[in-house]
């Protein structure tokens, strides 16, 4: 009997799909305008700032004078993922997040089997800590809560300094070494905190950059979490993406602009963000995980380029805990490229860094 492949059920999905990429060669799929979509967001508790390229589809405007209404569907959908993100996977504050979960267990020591996705997370995190001798713990839940500089600082609040009494009783629960990995457990012991805020905006990029893979129509874009910073493919006019930086000592201004070519990840942590002033010294919201206080390294800002998202935020707090010379012995180790500001004003760049970065513009 002759099989009619027209009348096929499965079949028909298969030539449709034939048939639509016919079209696309006749009339040029391909050569669709790019329209770039811009926006500016907050989540994660810090301002997200997108610009997609978007080849075809909503706002596009046609030779033809036709054009589609703009949507910018994409960069709303970045928006939902970064939340479910915050949301359900690695706030301390998001009542029912995983990480707020393990939290809330921390009455006796923590069982627990954390998702595939966290415990990948956990991985790559804890690899950092062992690789920095300890500057990046996320830890240290309990010393951050006692400091509580998010809050204060975005409040202008007025800070008492915690006693050396609270600094080494919090110390006394954090501890990245003392957590255990058994198979898929995770266990923790008892009166230990997570904190990932170090890496939250870091690994928002990195599924930022997952989504963005997963859509052919986006030909580039640059989106940033706060100081966590991913590039994509191209910019339709070929140049370079320019990341700025901000100077940390002189509020408005920029200390200068990264050039940068197709995918990378970019992290800057410094002491001018979240702080509080009290009697001329400054406490900042970077922590020094082997003293309890937040961190003296010399440096007022770190930034990092890298190839992952995570691993750039991870290494910009490390880094600043290390300081300069430890710091860039650290990124040099995981092959990223380090710009480093001392309080003094000066710059210490790895060898890559410095064909990447131009002072001033
Ligand atoms: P930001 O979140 O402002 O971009 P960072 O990436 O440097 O800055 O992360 C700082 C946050 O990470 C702090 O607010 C605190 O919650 C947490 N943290 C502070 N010091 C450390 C540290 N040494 N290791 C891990 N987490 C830290
Ligand atoms: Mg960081």
Same mark, same amino acid.
């Given at each position: 009997?002759?099989?009619?492949?027209?009348?096929?059920?499965?079949?028909?999905?298969?030539?449709?799909?034939?048939?639509?990429?016919?079209?696309?060669?006749?009339?040029?799929?391909?050569?669709?305008?790019?329209?770039?979509?811009?926006?500016?967001?907050?989540?994660?508790?810090?301002?997200?700032?997108?610009?997609?390229?978007?080849?075809?589809?909503?706002?596009?405007?046609?030779?033809?004078?036709?054009?589609?209404?703009?949507?910018?569907?994409?960069?709303?959908?970045?928006?939902?993922?970064?939340?479910? !993100?915050?949301?359900?996977?690695?706030?301390?504050?998001?009542?029912?997040?995983?990480?707020?979960?393990?939290?809330?267990?921390?009455?006796?020591?923590?069982?627990?089997?954390?998702?595939?996705? !966290?415990?990948?997370?956990?991985?790559?995190?804890?690899?950092?800590?062992?690789?920095?001798?300890?500057?990046?713990?996320?830890?240290?839940?309990?010393?951050?809560?006692?400091?509580?500089?998010?809050?204060?600082?975005?409040?202008?609040?007025?800070?008492?300094?915690?006693?050396?009494?609270?600094?080494?009783?919090?110390?006394? *629960?954090?501890?990245?070494?003392?957590?255990?990995?058994?198979?898929?457990?995770?266990?923790?012991?008892?009166?230990?905190? !997570?904190?990932?805020?170090?890496?939250?905006?870091?690994? +928002?990029? *990195?599924?930022?950059?997952?989504?963005?893979?997963?859509?052919?129509?986006?030909?580039?874009?640059?989106?940033?979490?706060?100081?966590?910073?991913?590039?994509?493919?191209?910019?339709? *006019?070929?140049?370079?993406?320019?990341? +700025?930086?901000?100077?940390?000592?002189?509020?408005?201004?920029?200390?200068?602009?990264?050039?940068?070519?197709?995918?990378?990840?970019?992290?800057?942590?410094?002491?001018?963000?979240?702080?509080?002033?009290?009697?001329?010294?400054?406490?900042?919201?970077?922590?020094?995980?082997?003293?309890?206080?937040?961190?003296?390294?010399?440096?007022?800002?770190?930034?990092?380029?890298?190839?992952?998202?995570?691993?750039?935020? +991870?290494?910009?707090?490390?880094?600043?805990?290390?300081?300069?010379?430890?710091?860039?012995?650290? +990124?040099?180790?995981?092959?990223?490229?380090?710009?480093?500001?001392?309080?003094?004003?000066?710059?210490?760049?790895?060898?890559?860094?410095?064909?990447?970065?131009?002072?001033?513009?």
């Amino acid at each position: 009997m002759k099989r009619n492949i027209w009348g096929s059920r499965d079949a028909r999905i298969p030539i449709a799909a034939v048939l639509l990429g016919l079209t696309c060669l006749v009339y040029g799929c391909g050569t669709a305008p790019v329209r770039q979509q811009s926006r500016v967001d907050t989540a994660m508790g810090t301002i997200v700032t997108q610009t997609l390229y978007v080849r075809g589809g909503s706002g596009t405007v046609y030779e033809n004078g036709e054009s589609e209404a703009a949507t910018d569907a994409e960069s709303i959908f970045i928006m939902q993922l970064l939340e479910e !993100l915050e949301g359900r996977e690695l706030s301390w504050r998001a009542e029912g997040s995983e990480v707020a979960e393990i939290n809330a267990g921390a009455g006796g020591e923590v069982h627990v089997v954390p998702s595939s996705s !966290l415990r990948e997370i956990l991985g790559q995190i804890w690899q950092i800590s062992a690789d920095s001798d300890g500057a990046l713990d996320v830890t240290l839940g309990r010393l951050s809560r006692l400091w509580n500089m998010d809050e204060l600082a975005a409040e202008g609040g007025q800070m008492s300094v915690p006693s050396i009494e609270q600094v080494r009783s919090a110390l006394e *629960d954090t501890g990245y070494e003392r957590a255990r990995f058994s198979g898929d457990a995770l266990i923790l012991p008892a009166g230990m905190q !997570l904190d990932l805020g170090a890496v939250g905006k870091g690994i +928002a990029c *990195d599924r930022v950059s997952a989504y963005l893979h997963s859509q052919p129509q986006i030909t580039g874009a640059v989106v940033a979490v706060g100081g966590s910073v991913v590039t994509y493919g191209q910019k339709p *006019d070929g140049s370079p993406w320019k990341v +700025a930086i901000i100077h940390p000592r002189e509020e408005g201004s920029y200390l200068g602009v990264l050039s940068l070519t197709g995918e990378q990840y970019v992290s800057t942590s410094g002491d001018y963000e979240r702080y509080v002033t009290v009697d001329g010294v400054r406490y900042h919201h970077i922590l020094d995980p082997a003293t309890g206080y937040p961190a003296r390294s010399g440096l007022c800002s770190v930034t990092i380029v890298c190839d992952g998202g995570l691993t750039a935020d +991870a290494l910009s707090t490390a880094c600043f805990v290390l300081g300069p010379e430890r710091g860039i012995a650290l +990124a040099e180790n995981y092959g990223a490229e380090a710009l480093l500001v001392s309080e003094d004003g000066a710059l210490h760049m790895t060898e890559g860094m410095k064909k990447i970065f131009s002072v001033g513009e």
